[in-house]
């Protein structure tokens, strides 16, 4: 089965600090993605990336930035956080457009 | 552009009774649809998915049939078990998306005994 582990597992973090969001993924799939999902939403796309070193902007890439800097490595940045972001994150992996999405535990991230 | 629609937000059912839940979807390409489930603070995972119009697809007791007529793929479940209360995404890829999937916002399903 494939793997995606994403740290941390919790955090919390103070307003317009700097959070990071790592993953990794085990598939060597090409593909890799950063979803949000609050209460009772759906999942929200942020980022995603094409394969080492592309990112390309989600539905809703305002306030965070990505990175891609190996095929196993995705990051999530968040530069100057805001209250409005907490939120539970999650990463997933996958090899194209027919094929399953991935995805980690997630990320449950409270600003204060 | 491509979009995803579950019109039931939430569907409360006693354990035992079959279940439907909608999906319908909008795209100008030929589609590949998805069910993912998600149970309380876990991670989705697919839960079976479909290219072929008209042909029925199973797995661990749900089925959906993607009818490329109507832009369907409603999710069916025979007897509903407690363990099936979860949330339940409908999703949407195809050749133009650039490997992106388009989720519906998700449908509640909770059993009661």
């Known amino acids: 089965e494939a793997a995606v582990t994403q740290s941390p597992r919790n955090k919390v973090a103070v307003t317009g600090g700097k959070v990071t969001l790592s993953c990794n993924q085990t598939?060597?799939?090409?593909?890799m993605y950063w979803y949000r999902q609050d209460t009772g939403h759906g999942l929200r796309l942020i980022h995603y990336?094409?394969?080492?070193?592309?990112?390309e902007k989600g539905d809703i890439p305002d306030g965070y930035k990505a990175s891609r800097p190996s095929q196993e490595n995705f990051s999530l940045i968040l530069e100057l956080a805001t209250p409005s972001q907490t939120s539970v994150y999650f990463c997933a992996s996958g090899s194209g457009t027919e094929d399953t999405q991935y995805f980690g535990p997630g990320t449950r991230l409270l600003v204060l | 552009g491509d979009s995803v629609t579950q019109t039931e937000g939430l569907v409360t059912l006693t354990k035992g009774l079959p279940v439907m839940l909608n999906c319908t979807y909008q795209t100008t390409y030929s589609p590949f649809l998805f069910w993912y489930v998600q149970h309380l603070n876990e991670a989705p995972k697919l839960l079976l998915k479909?290219?072929?119009?008209?042909k029925r697809t199973e797995h661990q007791g749900f089925y959906a049939t993607l009818h490329k007529s109507s832009s369907s793929f409603h999710l069916q479940k025979s007897s509903v078990q407690l363990s099936d209360s979860a949330l339940y995404f409908c999703?949407?890829?195809?050749?133009?998306?650039?490997?992106?999937?388009?989720f519906g916002d998700g449908t509640q399903l909770v059993v009661k005994p």
């Open positions: 990336s094409y394969g080492a070193g592309s990112t």
């Open positions: 479909s290219s072929t119009d008209n």
């Open positions: 598939n060597n799939h090409n593909n």
């Open positions: 999703a949407l890829s195809d050749h133009d998306s650039n490997n992106r999937i388009f």
